[in-house]
């Protein structure tokens, strides 16, 4: 899944209220979108993971990216029976993976 699709996901759920082009969830939508528990979330945020913003209400904010690594990880956690250290791990590799490859796909263009 996309950024581009989730975010798209995300506009059409019923009482969100986040603005069009919004980059940005509210805790209460991130954890309905990954069903992360606090405890959970605190070791993400402690092990740098995620970096939420915060408002000047001093709420916290996610990007968009954030919601569909936690939920990736997340489904690692449950679905492979890893640590959360282990499933941050993995998810990272992945997305290097994905990075190399398009990066690949870009020289292959320019030959």
Do not use: C
């Amino acid at each position: 899944m996309t950024t581009r699709k989730l975010q798209e996901m995300l506009l059409q759920l019923p009482g969100l209220n986040l603005p069009e082009r919004s980059e940005f969830v509210a805790w209460a939508e991130l954890v309905e979108l990954t069903s992360i528990a606090p405890g959970e979330f605190a070791e993400l945020v402690e092990l740098g993971w995620i970096n939420p913003t915060r408002t000047s209400a001093e709420e916290y904010l996610f990007r968009l990216r954030d919601v569909y690594r936690i939920h990736k990880l997340m489904r690692l956690v449950k679905d492979l029976d890893v640590s959360f250290n282990s499933g941050s791990i993995i998810v990272d590799l992945l997305e290097r993976v994905e990075e190399l490859e398009t990066e690949v796909e870009e020289l292959k263009r320019l030959i």
